[in-house]
């Protein structure tokens, strides 16, 4: 892994608090506690720029505006879970609180995919999204805006017990959504 320029720690929305809230609503009565965990992501922030129309036989860029790009493209983020290698964009630019380097090597619990991977599932993704959105026959190009940075983001594991259950969740720290990890009978 190369040197990270800057990694950061997105900030809690959804605190503690509430992170034993959604366990409690779905399982009333229950005491529950809460850890913070975080699961690190490549950031990849890339420009997305249209060239112009293509035409048969003169490749992508061709005709109109081929020249300069598209002074109307967007700079999106995309996020890259380093595990999983899923890339998802994110809806806001990532901001926090600065991490050392060895703070999100630290985090790591396995071998991350490679930042040069990453770069190519936000390609992939952007490319995706771009044929999806812009008319048929239009040109475009992908440029990666900055370099890949580690970021760090938060959740929240939420145990808890009633009588007759056990329940463990994953609460994300930044949107409250959740997924049960482990549920038994006792």
């Known amino acids: 892994m190369s040197a990270l320029p800057g990694a950061l720690r997105l900030p809690v ?76 964009i994110a809806a806001f630019e990532p901001h926090g609180e600065p991490v050392e380097e060895a703070e999100f090597v630290a985090a790591l619990e396995r071998t991350p995919i490679p930042e040069d991977d990453a770069v190519e599932v936000a390609r992939n993704l952007l490319r995706t999204r771009v044929q999806r959105r812009w008319k048929l026959g239009m040109g475009y190009r992908v440029e990666i805006a900055e370099p890949v940075r580690g970021v760090l983001k938060p ?26 990890i482990s549920a038994q009978a006792l």
């Open 13 to 88: 929305v959804c605190g503690a608090a509430e992170a034993r809230a959604v366990l409690v609503r779905r399982l009333p009565g229950a005491a529950a506690s809460a850890t913070a965990v975080v699961h690190p992501y490549w950031w990849v922030r890339a420009g997305v720029r249209r060239t112009g129309l293509r035409r048969a036989g003169r490749g992508a860029g061709a005709g109109a505006g081929a020249g300069g790009g598209d002074p109307l493209g967007e700079i999106v983020d995309v996020l890259v879970d380093v595990y999983s290698g899923k890339g998802f």
């Open 155 to 180: 959740n929240w594991l939420v145990s808890g017990r009633d009588r007759t259950h056990a329940v463990q969740m994953l609460v994300d720290g930044l949107d409250g959504t959740h997924f049960v």
